[in-house]
């Protein structure tokens, strides 16, 4: 038994002790407003991340084949939680999606906690079947059928943003097993033809992909958000405003503590406070890639591969809706953005993956 990987675990702690001192900055103007308290976001988040740590010293010490044993189990019970928070009375609306479990003040996003559950069954499923890969009504068809009704309750939510990220980590695990590239060609195909069919059923995504291609066309309305995050990022060169001088955050872009924070982040601090965040998720994924790398047991190696993807994925696509790259999709900043789900979720993650890395 090696020791963990302590160049993860470390930069894991920094970017939720970096991220808790950034939502102090970003939300203090609007949680005093809203409930006359300048620290009541940066408290929860707090109380979060100690949860979290506890939780991640937890998990790195069980040994990850027992997700293995109970993978079937972990599913089922994802999918009968993205089916309750669907009913009404027991789910409740949040930012316009049926998302949450309300307790008090407190939400529960069981999307979230399905991310992960899925990247188990599925590394569990490939390494049962490796051998029938480049077989897609034996090998690949079943899978999708379970990856597809996952993320089609998430869809009923809806939440297209986190429905995508749990495709994406899907893809890449179903990628590096193998598979024939003719499978990506056509489902690729497959993809986009949904997601413009996703796109045209919902006019609201419609409304964000026109703010995209031009927000100025309606700044105080759908192109609102991105505006102001480019009037965040845009002009503050290499050291940026200063902690806690931020413009921004004073009403103009709503809520920064969660998806638009690392645009709080560059007006602060900054290019050189944007090149330390990248640099930051670029080791996390190193250092997650090495292990998955060293790997013997097919299992390991792409629950290692899923998690370290999924949170890069979710990272780059919260980092190019703030540049204005693509359009806003509602996904917060993995370990630095404000949510008990998303950095309790990802603690577990990343404490399966220290595990791994005693045991290589």
């Known amino acids: 038994m090696k020791k963990i990987d302590k160049t993860l675990l470390l930069t894991i702690i920094a970017l939720s002790i970096f991220g808790i001192i950034m939502i102090y900055s970003a939300s203090n103007i609007w949680a005093n407003y809203k409930f006359n308290d300048s620290f009541h976001y940066f408290k929860y988040q707090l109380v979060f991340f100690l949860i979290g740590i506890v939780i991640l010293q937890i998990v790195s010490r069980i040994d990850y084949k027992v997700y293995y044993k109970y993978a079937n189990v972990i599913l089922l019970s994802c999918f009968l939680l993205l089916i309750l928070v669907l009913i009404p009375g027991v789910g409740s609306i949040r930012n316009g999606s049926r998302s949450w479990f309300g307790i008090g003040s407190l939400g529960i996003q069981p999307s979230e906690a399905a991310k992960i559950g899925l990247i188990i069954f599925s590394s569990k499923y ?133 998806d638009f924070i690392f645009s709080i982040i560059a007006e602060e601090f900054g290019i050189l406070g944007a090149i330390i965040v990248v640099g930051l998720f670029s080791i996390l994924l190193y250092r997650t890639v090495r292990i998955a790398l060293n790997c013997t047991d097919l299992f390991a190696k792409y629950l290692v591969f899923g998690i370290s993807f999924q949170l890069i994925f979710q990272a780059i696509m919260n980092l190019m809706v703030v540049v204005g790259l693509i359009p806003v999709t509602g996904v917060t900043l993995p370990f630095l953005s404000y949510g008990g789900s998303s950095l309790l979720i990802s603690m577990f993650s990343i404490g399966i993956i220290l595990n791994i890395s005693k045991n290589i």
């Open 126 to 258: 490939l390494a049962n079947n490796n051998d029938y890969l480049n077989n897609n009504f034996k090998g690949i068809i079943p899978l999708l059928i379970i990856v597809l009704s996952i993320f089609g309750l998430i869809m009923l939510q809806p939440d297209l943003g986190t429905g995508l990220i749990l495709l994406m980590s899907i893809i890449s695990i179903l990628f590096i097993s193998g598979v024939n590239i003719k499978f990506f060609i056509g489902g690729g195909i497959l993809g986009i033809l949904g997601i413009i069919f996703l796109i045209i059923i919902a006019p609201y995504r419609m409304n964000r992909i026109t703010s995209f291609i031009n927000p100025w066309n309606d700044e105080l309305g759908t192109g609102f958000q991105i505006i102001q995050s480019l009037y965040a990022i845009g002009p503050h060169g290499l050291l940026g405003t200063g902690y806690l001088n931020s413009i921004q955050k004073h009403f103009y872009l709503p809520e920064p503590q969660t």
